[in-house]
């Protein structure tokens, strides 16, 4: 039998009067402005993503969401700015999937992001498409593989830098076609693709909005896409896999928060960002930037999947031999 004491029913009381004040605060988020850190330069996709969904979440919290670009160390400085933060809604991070589950194991020094940092929601899902200078004797991927194994290691791919997802695309293209690429890698996407419309560089493995309205006026030519279905921007493409290479490459945005961050909080602010996420203007803005609608997950799931992913691309790593610093 529970015996209630005096002093346990003054606890009792106490516990009872505090909890509606720590309810009320929870509810209040936000009381103020959140910041969405981005770990890249002004005018980068996760920059644009970020400004994008921003503008459809900040009418509906009623409070302005500013984006704060801390570029520097491939991502991973706005994910030190995130992960050191008061877990209280106001700082998240707006990141992609090689912020996440790569530059831990390419970074000496790197946080540990599956300590570090809760997942929110998934807010896009994304390809590359492989495209090749309009001088290659190759108009499919099949096509290219086979000039490949006539000519060992003579075909290039350029990148935006070393572990990067246009490198890594690459060197998985590589590995799953059984053929020798020699990787050539740049200081960023821009000058990665103007070597490859010059024809300096063979191919590359590009994100859709820099490549497709070349590929659209000639300059380029769309061999292949990465993922595990067409696209709409380029539906005669077909994919890797159609062409009987057995790779599927892709990658992913999404909003962090501080580890420790209440579960609670955590829900609502994935709840208030998948709602700004069915306005029709997020739509013609993923189909404008090249991305898609990312899979139904939950929180949990969606957790799941990136320590998946996490644990894939470090053994992958290492297969590829791939070590950034």
């Given amino acids: 039998m ?10 009792l009381g106490l516990s009872a009067a505090a909890l509606p004040s720590s309810l009320s605060a929870q509810a209040a988020w936000p009381a ?11 005018g980068g996709s996760n920059d644009i993503n970020a400004r994008e969904l921003g503008a459809l979440m900040s009418p509906i919290l009623g409070q302005q969401i500013i984006v704060d670009n801390k570029a520097g160390a491939n991502g991973s400085l706005g994910l030190r700015v995130v992960a050191g933060a008061k877990p209280d809604g106001y700082t998240l991070s707006y990141t992609s999937a090689q912020t996440i ?16 940092l809760m997942p929110i929601c998934q807010t896009t899902d994304y390809q590359y498409v492989l495209v090749a200078n309009p001088k290659v004797p190759a108009n499919t991927a099949a096509e290219l593989v086979a000039l490949a194994r006539r000519e060992p290691g003579k075909l290039t791919y350029s990148s935006a830098g070393i572990g990067s997802g246009n490198h890594l695309s690459g060197a998985l293209f590589a590995e799953a076609a059984g053929i020798a690429l020699t990787h050539v890698p740049y200081r960023g996407t821009g000058p990665a693709l103007a070597d490859t419309l010059s024809g300096v560089i063979t191919m590359n493995f590009s994100s859709l909005p820099p490549a497709v309205p070349q590929v659209k006026v000639g300059n380029l030519k769309a061999l292949a896409v990465t993922g595990d279905h067409r696209i709409s921007s380029l539906p005669d493409v077909p994919t890797l896999k159609e ?18 961050t209440p579960d609670a909080l955590l829900d609502t602010i994935a709840r208030n960002a998948k709602r700004a996420m069915m306005d029709p203007k997020w739509a013609a803005a993923m189909a404008k930037d090249g991305v898609e609608a990312p899979p139904e997950r939950t929180r949990a799931e969606w957790a799941r999947y990136i320590a998946d992913e996490h644990a894939f691309w470090g053994k992958k790593l290492k297969t590829l031999k791939i070590e950034l610093d």
Avoid: S
Avoid at 244 to 258: Q, S
């Fill in 2 to 11: 529970t015996v209630l004491t005096r002093r346990r029913a003054v606890a």
């Fill in 32 to 42: 103020g402005p959140v910041t969405f850190v981005v770990g890249y330069a002004p």
């Fill in 101 to 116: 589950v790569v530059n831990p194991w390419v970074q000496k020094g790197m946080i540990d992001t599956l300590t570090t």
């Fill in 243 to 260: 062409q009987g290479i057995d790779a599927v490459i892709t990658g992913w945005h999404g909003l962090f928060a501080p580890a420790h």
